[in-house]
């Protein structure tokens, strides 16, 4: 590998294309450029649109340079309509393949960019859904490192599971202890990620593919701290090896209420309006409910939590992600604007893209009803707010049980069984109103328990602000992590 001095340092960073991937790359790539880090996100142009001003923003208020590399996106070829550039952006759930076909084809081009890109890249940071990235790297002779969008919880769970096969004798909806870890965690066959059992045929070689790339790789950065998962941060490193930084919460380089407002998409409302909305509550008020940004409910689901949250009786921000994939929008949006009118006086109503990380860190918010994706637990963590958790699909049964269980600063709404990926559709209501109505109310209410979480909450929040300040712990992994891939491009 050639030599590098440290002011030559330049990281490619390569996220998947879907809003909870890029952000947290985004993220990864100004704190790498606050550690004097030259950056270069590769992305599309229909994703450069959305991310260009919030890199322009950063780079200006720090005078730092992070490029964004954006490479035409082969639609047509790949069997999709021009345009769908990112998973939120699919017509229909079982277009994955294409799209993953799609990704496969930037690498021939980024490798000819690559070539006379300068400084030379020193090493790549890629999504875990990219394996193909492991060969740019090997050509490149550089090392790949993959950005971890999970909890180490979430990887440990997996692993033990996978490896005991302890799921295998059981049905759909019996209950089974996850076997090896240091917290009784209980879980059933139906919440487990798709890969474990009713997973989609055509991704079954990129599963493949990714755990081969994965072998190939040279370490892991992790969007977690030491201090919320310790003993799962050593399993981690037991199974994976010593190069392995764990640096998160990462949105909190965002400090700022521009930085936060301008993180992921362009919303859907005006911020100024929405802080000055949250500015008319008392302290610790208002719930906040967002299932991210890939949840597809169907309308009946939607009208469910909709009711719960009236019912409630408390203020409330609820955003509601337009699908064409479940829902037929003109009868739900007549429902909505029904019951706008009946909470006019306390209710928000977001149809779309949500500030979210603006809204959770206003005084006004004392309760996130989250979907459980990784991004949004963590920033529910670094917020201090206690979490009404509804998973979904994928990994975020795990983080329910996380929230629940581990860290004990949420209640569950009691979901029993993932979602199906591709059959969003036909998912039947798993929510009832009087689920969301008793949880949010457990959370929000001052009784004793609820103080607790609260207690908890605050506490977390507080060890996530330390950990990634100066001195931290997330801090120093992120400079040795920087040393780490210095030396190593230097031999
Ligand atoms: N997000 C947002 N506004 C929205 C929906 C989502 O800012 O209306 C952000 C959220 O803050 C998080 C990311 O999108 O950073 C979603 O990532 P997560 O892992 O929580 O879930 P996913 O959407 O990938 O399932």
């Not at 990864?28 to 599309?44: C, E, F, P, R, W």
């Not at 998973?87 to 079982?94: F, V």
């Not at 295998?168 to 240091?182: H, I, K, N, R």
């Not at 060890?463 to 931290?472: D, F, N, S, Y």
């Amino acid at each position: 590998m050639s030599s590098q001095t440290p002011s030559s340092l330049h990281f490619v960073l390569i996220p998947l294309m879907a809003s909870g991937h890029q952000i947290p790359m985004v993220d990864m790539g100004k704190l790498l450029s606050q550690h004097g880090v030259a950056v270069t996100i590769v992305t599309t142009p229909v994703n450069s649109l959305r991310l260009d001003p919030l890199i322009t923003a950063h780079n200006v208020k720090f005078g730092l340079k992070i490029q964004l590399l954006s490479i035409r996106f082969p639609c047509v070829e790949a069997g999709l309509p021009n345009g769908c550039e990112n998973l939120e952006d699919l017509p229909s759930r079982n277009m994955s393949r294409h799209f993953f076909d799609a990704a496969r084809m930037l690498q021939e081009p980024l490798e000819k960019i690559l070539k006379d890109i300068q400084p030379p890249p020193t090493c790549i940071i890629s999504d875990k859904h990219l394996p193909w990235t492991v060969q740019i790297a090997s050509k490149f002779r550089i090392p790949r490192i993959l950005f971890d969008g999970m909890s180490c919880f979430s990887f440990v769970c997996s692993h033990n599971i996978m490896i005991s096969k302890v799921y295998e004798q059981q049905s759909d909806l019996e209950t089974f202890v996850v076997p090896g870890l240091p917290d009784r965690i209980e879980l059933n066959r139906a919440q487990l990620p798709s890969s474990f059992n009713h997973g989609s045929l055509d991704l079954v070689d990129l599963r493949k593919e990714i755990v081969e790339a994965e072998k190939a790789s040279y370490g892991w950065v992790i969007n977690s701290f030491e201090d919320l998962e310790k003993a799962y941060v050593q399993e981690y490193r037991k199974t994976k090896g010593d190069k392995v930084w764990c640096v998160g919460p990462v949105s909190l380089c965002n400090e700022g209420d521009s930085d936060k407002a301008h993180r992921g998409n362009r919303s859907s409302i005006n911020e100024g309006q929405c802080l000055r909305w949250l500015d008319s509550w008392p302290p610790g008020s208002v719930i906040y409910a967002c299932l991210g940004s890939l949840s597809c409910p169907t309308a009946p689901q939607l009208i469910e939590l909709g009711s719960g949250l009236e019912a409630t009786g408390r203020p409330f921000i609820w955003v509601i992600r337009k699908s064409e994939i479940t829902t037929s929008n003109d009868d739900l949006q007549l429902w909505v604007s029904e019951l706008e009118g009946r909470v006019r006086d306390r209710g928000l109503l977001i149809w779309g893209w949500a500030p979210q990380m603006l809204i959770l860190s206003h005084p006004s918010v004392g309760g996130f009803l989250t979907h459980c994706g990784w991004n949004s637990t963590l920033e529910g963590v670094c917020a201090g707010v206690p979490m009404v958790a509804w998973p979904l699909f994928a990994e975020q049964f795990y983080n329910e049980r996380f929230i629940v269980k581990v860290l004990r600063t949420g209640v569950s709404v009691g979901v029993r069984a993932a979602i199906k990926w591709g059959e969003e559709g036909k998912a039947a209501v798993l929510v009832k109103r009087e689920d969301v109505r008793k949880s949010v109310e457990e959370i929000m209410s001052g009784g004793r328990e609820g103080e607790e979480m609260r207690k908890r909450a605050t506490k977390l929040a507080e060890m996530a602000k330390r950990a990634t300040g100066g001195g931290g712990s997330s801090y120093l992994e992120i400079k040795a992590f920087v040393e780490d891939v210095k030396q190593v491009s230097n031999k």
